[in-house]
């Protein structure tokens, strides 16, 4: 899941992996995370197709984050994947540049505007 949703292998992997190419925006957000409410903000004033937001702290996966983290590498918040692909950085791109600047590119590019 670090680039692309194949490497998928147990069961708790496989949905997620179907989750993700269910849809052509998904975001894996942590309830109490400010990153995650900024990026679902961003990501509904863009107003993307077909998006779907898991909530990883009340989703039925029993370790989740954990298998996001080992899927993504990427630190606990929220992991967005848009066509497939996993949107790494995004606490950077709010330093860098503007997060809304950033995903409404992505989503443009992958024909989810």
Do not use: W, Y
């Not at 995370?33 to 900024?38: C, G, I, K, M, N």
């Not at 989740?64 to 692909?85: H, M, N, Y």
């Not at 709010?94 to 995903?103: C, G, Y």
Request: glycine residues 6%; contains cysteine; hydrophobic residues 30%.
């Amino acid at each position: 899941m670090s680039g692309e949703t194949s490497k998928c292998s147990d069961e708790a992997g496989e949905k997620l992996c179907s989750v993700v190419k269910s849809h052509k925006v998904v975001v894996f957000t942590k309830e109490h995370d400010p990153l995650s409410f900024e990026v679902v903000e961003t990501l509904k004033q863009i107003n993307p197709k077909d998006m779907h937001i898991v909530n990883i702290d009340k989703c039925d996966c029993k370790h989740a984050e954990e298998l996001l983290k080992s899927k993504t590498g990427d630190r606990p918040g929220p992991r967005v994947f848009i066509d497939g692909k996993f949107v790494q950085d995004l606490e950077t791109s709010l330093k860098d540049t503007d997060l809304r600047e950033v995903l409404e590119k992505k989503c443009k590019d992958a024909g989810a505007l």
